[in-house]
């Protein structure tokens, strides 16, 4: 479908690692223009939101669920080699291509299960872009625990998740469950995979990061079907 596109790219951008199509694809959509500037405009965004709420200059920064390194791989650039860039997914095809095209950036292969390689208060960003959304509602909390345990007090998170504007999707009894402030999950395949769905009503996701002090709900009407924005959650960990 995006093959010609596909191709003109490649001829204007010759030298520009890109990963292969399938984890382009299973990540995203197989369009490189999207998966390069598209991933460029979401970093800045991401940078934008954070800096907000950031009261240190130097920051150990986390991808949680990094995929094939869309919106970590702009980073460095955007933000400054005085910071540290990690990511992390449950592809291990994605991190390694990352690993040997991505220099900057350390990157690590978690699977489903919570639990991260790093040391208690390591972080003091994590983000996770629809990642929440492909997870089941207990690996909610037993990842919450476990980011929680690895951002140092004090940390901010930014998540996206797939609230009021998924409502359209929704039977009538998943509607009646949403509308209850519980989660809905579809879980017809293995979880985490990109068609493996959550959706987040605002009292869920308000129990799930209680203990944090929630910095910003974002919302975004949504004006066509076809698109349908994700709400964005930014929290700060509580210091002692």
Not at 200 to 218: A, C, D, R, S
């Amino acid at each position: 479908m995006n093959y010609r596109a596909n191709q003109r790219f490649k001829l204007n951008f010759p030298d520009l690692a890109l990963p292969p199509d399938y984890l382009i694809y299973e990540s995203f959509q197989l369009h490189y223009q999207k998966y390069y500037f598209g991933g460029l405009d979401t970093a800045s965004w991401v940078k934008s939101l954070l800096y907000k709420h950031l009261q240190i200059n130097e920051v150990k920064i986390l991808d949680w669920g990094c995929g094939p390194g869309r919106i970590i791989r702009h980073l460095p650039d955007l933000m400054g080699s005085h910071n540290q860039f990690y990511g992390t997914d449950v592809n291990a095809n994605s991190i390694d291509w990352c690993t040997n095209y991505l220099p900057k950036i350390k990157f690590n292969n978690n699977n489903i299960a919570a639990k991260l390689p790093y040391a208690n208060d390591f972080f003091d960003v994590i983000y996770g872009i629809s990642i929440f959304t492909h997870l089941s509602e207990q690996s909610h909390f037993e990842w919450f625990n476990e980011l929680n345990r690895i951002l140092k007090p004090g940390g901010i998170m930014l998540f996206t998740t797939q609230g009021n504007n998924f409502q359209s999707k929704l039977t009538s009894k998943e509607l009646q469950q949403f509308r209850l402030n519980q989660i809905v999950v579809r879980g017809n395949v293995r979880e985490g995979h990109r068609v493996y769905s959550a959706f987040h009503p605002v009292g869920f996701i308000q129990n799930l990061f209680k203990e944090y002090i929630l910095l910003e709900h974002i919302t975004i009407s949504s004006v066509d079907q076809a698109y349908l924005p994700q709400d964005v959650w930014i929290i700060r960990k509580r210091t002692p």
